[in-house]
T-cell receptor, first 113, second 113 residues
């Protein structure tokens, strides 16, 4: 079953605001990935993190691999309408082999005009 | 562009029918995966394949079967569809020995009446 706790479940923000979401677990992960899913489409990879403490940016997006290897966060600065969608964290468990990723349940980002 | 494609994109069927969902990729990746997405539950792994001769069950394989016809093709079958198999189905690919990054197809929306 699910081993990642992703929060918040949904966010209602104004255009231009910064956004922050995170994933936590009681298990240790070797990899953290952040995906975005638009309606009717598959998840698209935004950022990949491979080392504890790693901080990586992709445009207005910044993600960090927690020092304990049990958490990760994603920040979006100065949100714009096209940021609307569902954001998923995903991780590769330590010792989990290559049998797929463990996904969070997603954060729904809604931007109010 | 190298891509992951899924057919059909939408399918409505009746309980008891046999259904096959197909996935093709031009990324040259050796690993392929099938996931199921349900509202509020995120993505759950059904089956995965490391190469043509390697098939492995995921978290929720009961009621499903797969076939890896070639490196580029991985199909998912529902031998006798039931209503609780109504969901979004995603195929994904990754490259062995490089990263844990998975790349998703656009999905198939399956409705079982």
């Amino acid at each position: 079953g699910q081993q990642l706790n992703q929060s918040p479940q949904s966010m209602f923000i104004q255009e231009g605001e910064d956004v922050s979401m995170n994933c936590t677990s009681s298990s240790i992960f070797n990899t953290w990935l952040w995906y975005k899913q638009d309606p009717g489409e598959g998840p698209v990879l935004l950022i990949a993190l491979y080392k504890a403490g790693e901080l990586t940016s992709n445009g207005r997006l910044t993600a960090q691999f927690g020092i304990t290897r049990k958490d990760s966060f994603l920040n979006i600065s100065a949100s714009i309408p096209s940021d609307v969608g569902i954001y998923f964290c995903a991780g590769q468990l330590q010792g989990g082999g290559a049998d797929g990723l463990t996904f969070g349940k997603g954060t729904h980002l809604i931007i109010q005009p | 562009d190298a891509d992951v494609t899924q057919t059909p994109r939408n399918r409505i069927t009746k309980t008891g029918k046999r259904i096959m969902l197909e996935c093709s990729q031009t990324k040259g990746h050796d690993r392929m995966y099938w996931y199921r997405q349900d509202p509020g539950l995120g993505l759950r792994l059904i089956y995965y394949s490391f190469d043509v001769k390697d098939i492995n069950k995921g978290e929720i394989s009961d009621g499903y079967s797969v076939s890896r016809q070639a490196q580029a093709k991985f199909s998912l079958s529902l031998e006798s569809a039931i209503p609780n198999q109504t969901a979004l189905y995603f195929c994904a690919t990754s490259l062995a020995g490089v990263t844990n990054e998975q790349f998703f197809g656009p999905g198939t929306r399956l409705t079982v009446l």
